[in-house]
């Protein structure tokens, strides 16, 4: 099954996603209007606790579904969901569907070679991004609910000049969502060329949506390109970063 951008979970679908929605927020603009062509997005619910039926469990391997079984059931459901998710989306970019997509270096998911790819889950919604892997681009994906605000979070996350841009546009929680949201995708993206902790202070998001980073111990240089865009009251955000 097929869907397009809509908020409605399809079960192992992928999309094609070449144009992301244009963004309704003045604060984060996209950078990646165009450029993605290969890039696909699917999207899977989550199962409810007492759902027995699990989705996407039935696509599993026999050892992801072994690791599914040993989760605790909240987890298992995350874990289920996502692998569904990231299969489906690694197929529509090309890849034999033959493999494990298990946890592995920090939480990583293990891609199979050729490929990247990013899973989040969210509210009653996992989503995976997978795309061939041309010239060491890796992609990052985040979704987060508004939720109740926490903008006590903001010197954390911040950077001084996001914070005054912030405070300028009207330090809105959601705004300041956006960007915790797109240094999460920057840390997922980021992982397989900088495979350590990275701090919310060692990126720095502009306005264009692209990316400087002050990594503290001195990778790189990269490229990134960060875009966000709202489904009603539940963001996603995509990073796509390779070596400059
Ligand atoms: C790892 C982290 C980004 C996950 O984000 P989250 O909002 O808690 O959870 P999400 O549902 O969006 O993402 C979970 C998925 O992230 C992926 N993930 C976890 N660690 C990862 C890593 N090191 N690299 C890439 N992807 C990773 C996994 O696929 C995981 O799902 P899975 O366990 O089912 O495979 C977050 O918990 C974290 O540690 N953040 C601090 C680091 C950071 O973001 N720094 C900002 C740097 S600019």
New binding site residues.
């Given amino acids: 099954m097929r869907t397009g951008h809509a908020n409605v979970p399809a079960l192992a679908g992928a999309v094609r996603w070449a144009d992301p929605p244009a963004v309704t927020s003045p604060w984060l603009r996209p950078a990646l209007v165009s450029g993605v062509p290969d890039t696909w997005l699917c999207r899977v619910p989550i199962a409810r606790l007492d759902q027995v039926d699990l989705p996407g469990v039935d696509t599993l391997s026999a050892a992801e579904r072994r690791f599914v079984e040993a989760a605790k059931p909240r987890?298992a459901r995350?874990?289920a969901a996502?692998?569904a998710a990231?299969r489906a989306a690694l197929r529509a970019a090309g890849w034999g569907g033959a493999g494990d997509l298990l946890?592995g270096?920090?939480?990583?998911?293990r891609l199979p070679d050729g490929f990247t790819g990013?899973?989040?889950?969210?509210d009653g919604v996992?989503l995976a991004l997978a795309a061939p892997l041309r010239a060491g681009r890796t992609v990052?994906?985040?979704?987060?609910v508004v939720g109740r605000d926490r903008s006590d979070i903001a010197r954390r996350i911040l950077r001084p000049a996001e914070q005054d841009r912030w405070l300028a546009t009207g330090g809105a929680w959601p705004q300041l969502l956006e960007v915790f949201?797109v240094?999460?995708?920057?840390?997922?993206?980021?992982?397989?060329h900088v495979?350590r902790?990275?701090?919310?202070e060692?990126?720095e998001v502009h306005e264009d949506g692209t990316v400087q980073?002050h990594l503290v111990h001195g990778e790189g240089p990269f490229t990134l390109e960060a875009t966000a865009w709202w489904e009603s009251q539940r963001l996603i955000s995509v990073v796509q970063a390779r070596p400059a």
């Fill in positions: 987890r995350e874990v996502g692998r990231l946890p270096e920090q939480g990583r998911p990013s899973i989040t889950h969210k996992a990052g994906l985040d979704s987060e949201s240094k999460e995708a920057i840390y997922k993206a980021l992982h397989p495979p902790y990275i701090g919310f060692e990126a980073m």
